[in-house]
């Protein structure tokens, strides 16, 4: 199971700090990723970290500005966004894949998805 938390609504230029707490069990070893969809757009890739927390990945448009870490005691993983922007405006899900070897961008490599949480970015 995971739960996401975190969202909100925020004034561009503010920051959040989302967080996803694996539960369950099978998740220890397993990289964990973030997506979003904003309203009347498809799903995309966010950030993704390796079970070890050792090695990320992020997309184009958020890298060097978000940042994805893990605590793997907690088994909880975050996504640190500074400085939103309108455009960051979407549903974060948190997801898992368990079977992939590389840090995936790709939809299909998560069989877990979390609830999402909302985040809206003011201008």
């Known amino acids: 199971q995971l739960q996401a938390s975190g969202g909100g609504s925020v004034q561009a230029g503010d920051s959040l700090r989302l967080s996803c707490a694996a539960s369950?069990?099978?998740?220890?070893?397993?990289?964990m990723g973030w997506f979003r969809q904003a309203p009347g757009k498809e799903r995309e890739f966010v950030a993704a970290?390796?079970?070890?927390?050792?090695?990320?990945r992020y997309a184009d448009s958020v890298n060097g500005r978000f940042t994805i870490s893990k605590d793997y005691a907690k088994n909880t993983v975050y996504l640190q966004m500074p400085n939103l922007m309108p455009e960051d405006a979407a549903v974060y899900y948190c997801a898992v894949a368990t079977t992939s070897w590389s840090i995936s961008q790709f939809e299909y490599d998560y069989d877990y998805w979390g609830q999402g949480t909302l985040v809206t970015v003011s201008s």
């Open positions: 369950g069990g099978g998740f220890s070893r397993a990289i």
């Open positions: 970290i390796s079970w070890s927390g050792s090695s990320t």
